[in-house]
């Protein structure tokens, strides 16, 4: 829920930094222009305070908005069974593995029982 949360509001906080640009230059602040890196840096504080406030401001109003609707997180939610394999599971599929290897091993498949069985004896004598 956090991270959808997040990742909605990342197309609203970009909005709100250029309309706080806008405003900056308007008022006639050099954004980024010119400086070493530690005066580049300064130059955002004017970008960033605003942005925290309108980000916190949201974030609260958010918050409020929830509890009004009374969520209250993971409670109450119900979480899917762990299934255990048991015995009766392998008797369900050994027939269905010995059936896969039958199918595997017929002439539809390129081959028969008999010819892939003496692909594999060891005795020269056969």
């Not at 269905?96 to 020269?124: F, Q």
Request: one cysteine or more; glycine letters at 8%.
């Amino acid at each position: 829920m956090m991270m959808s949360i997040a990742l909605r509001f990342i197309p609203t906080l970009i909005e709100e930094t250029d309309k706080i640009m806008s405003a900056q230059k308007a008022r006639g602040a050099r954004l980024f222009e010119s400086g070493n890196i530690f005066q580049r840096a300064k130059a955002l504080v004017p970008i960033l305070v605003p942005l925290f406030i309108s980000a916190f401001h949201r974030a609260d109003e958010l918050a409020t908005a929830m509890e009004c609707r009374c969520y209250h997180g993971g409670e109450g939610r119900t979480a899917p069974a762990r299934a255990a394999v048991s015995g009766g599971d392998f008797v369900v599929l050994a027939p269905l593995w010995r059936w896969r290897r039958d199918l595997s091993c017929s002439s539809i498949w390129g081959g028969s029982k008999e010819v892939h069985r003496a692909e594999h004896r060891t005795d020269p004598d056969v």
